[in-house]
């Protein structure tokens, strides 16, 4: 069980959603009647090929949607280019992602997808939303001071909780420098901790799952704490609220109170409660979207094994 964000964080759940591609729905780019890319190289310089890739033409078509009732996932984060150029960059690519396999990299400036013009996330994003996993898509992309075509299958996308560990896991965990304390003596940094397990709750006042998921981690917090595992609880509640509700609910933990968000659009936070698990060099090691309480015993389990690895 797990709990969207209210609309009164609207502006920056929205910029999230695009960022994951989570809308499947709306009036979205329909698929070309012509299935052979149209390929523009803009100022004329040759189009490099990605190596293995087939040049398209008018004989030997490249793009072929296989039947699919499942929408495409691309698998990449997406940030604006300036404004007085073409296309959009690639911020991130998940891992064993469409993206990644079709040898997409960060930094890559998306151009075209299936000879349309992208020049914002939202342009990209419309292309994507009523395309099918298993269909080939021709992207025209610029890396560096080339223009490249790639083919690109869409895959199925996974669940929250499945974006979160292709995006974060194993992977050094967001840096946390911003954000208020609301109880406790929350660190200042996630620098600070290394040496100690952390587990990152990301909670709020009206979540219902998040109050059934607390007496676990005050439970770990009574345990564990001693042993070298910091637990902090993250809000979007504002600090006031953040004090208030973590003292009425009776939570023994740090909490912190982020109000402007940064701290949760930086883990990707959409759904509540979500946990991350940081091992003691600061990479992530696992992640748990709502509350599962056979899930937060393995989780539990998890948490004491690290406990143990050498730092």
């Known amino acids: 069980m797990a709990k969207n964000l209210t609309a009164s964080r609207g502006a ?56 699919s009732a499942q929408p495409g996932w691309l698998g990449v984060d997406l940030k604006a280019v300036p404004a007085d150029q073409a296309g959009v960059q690639i911020a991130a690519v998940y891992a064993q992602s ?24 939202a342009d990209l994003y419309g292309q994507l939303r009523s395309r099918s996993a298993g269909e080939h898509l021709a992207f025209v992309v610029r890396r560096a001071s080339e223009q490249r075509l790639f083919e690109v299958v869409l895959a199925v996308k996974p669940n929250a909780e499945g974006l979160l560990r292709l995006r974060y896991l194993n992977q ?23 040496g100690r397990v952390v587990v990152l709750e990301f909670w709020a006042s009206w979540c219902e799952a998040c109050h059934v ?18 637990v902090i609880g993250v809000t979007t509640d504002p600090l006031a609220q953040a004090a ?24 990707h936070a959409l759904l509540l409660p979500t946990v991350f698990v940081i091992d003691k060099q600061g990479r992530v090691r696992d992640v748990v979207v709502g509350f599962q309480r056979a899930r937060m015993e393995q989780l539990g389990q998890f948490v004491q094994r690290l406990i143990s690895e050498k730092d």
């Open 98 to 121: 469409p993206a990644q396999r079709a040898a997409l990299l960060v930094n890559d400036v998306v151009l075209q997808v299936q000879g349309v013009p992208v020049n914002s996330p």
């Open 12 to 67: 920056w759940v929205l910029s999230l959603l695009l960022v994951h591609c989570a809308s499947t729905q709306g009036s979205g780019a329909q698929p070309s009647a012509n299935p052979v890319p149209q390929v523009a190289t803009g100022s004329g310089e040759p189009l490099t090929l990605k190596e293995g890739a087939p040049a398209a033409s008018a004989e030997q078509p490249q793009v072929t949607p296989a039947p």
């Open 213 to 230: 998921l607390l007496p676990v981690l005050n439970d770990w917090y009574d345990r564990l704490s001693a042993q070298g595992v910091t």
């Open 244 to 267: 208030q509700s973590a003292q009425q609910l009776g939570m023994k933990y740090n909490v912190i109170a982020d109000a402007d968000a940064q701290i949760t659009r930086d883990y």
């Open 172 to 194: 050094p965990a967001p840096e946390i420098t911003s954000g208020h304390v609301a109880l406790g003596s929350a660190p200042a940094s996630l620098t600070a901790q290394r």
